[in-house]
């Protein structure tokens, strides 16, 4: 499977409840360009991304997403910002997309690839509360 399709498959995985009237973005720094990426470089590439939502003073929370066999998983962010915001965030930390949640509908929007950017159904179905 291509990356965009894996990428279309994800779930993502939160310890905490999320209202879904607001519109977010889910942003990663980990594995630039869909790179794997050593963990530690993940780690330092993360601690990087936030740090600079705290400097920008973006609202953020804590998410992972994952594959649906919680084979591969990610260290992301959901990021109370623009659609446009996000991107930059993607660009900056070198991602090949972003999800893009928009009244409760997920999307997958490209940054680094070309593809055409697609609506994934409702967030709520891709959610996975995880326990404290």
């Not at 990428?7 to 977010?24: G, P």
């Amino acid at each position: 499977m291509n990356l965009w399709e894996s990428y279309k498959t994800s779930i993502f995985l939160c310890h905490q409840a999320l209202k879904c009237d607001v519109d977010f973005a889910i942003v990663s720094a980990q594995n630039p360009a869909g790179t794997t990426e050593h963990p530690y470089l993940n780690l330092r590439r993360d601690n990087e991304l936030q740090a600079y939502l705290n400097q920008q003073r973006l609202p953020y929370r804590s998410v992972i997403g994952s594959a649906p066999d919680l084979s591969f998983q990610e260290k992301s962010w959901i990021v109370l910002c623009d659609k446009s915001c996000a991107v930059q965030l993607a660009v900056r930390f070198e991602q090949n997309a972003i999800y893009w949640v928009e009244q409760g509908e997920l999307f997958l929007v490209p940054v680094l690839m070309r593809q055409n950017e697609e609506s994934l159904g409702r967030f709520s179905e891709r959610l996975v509360l995880l326990p404290d």
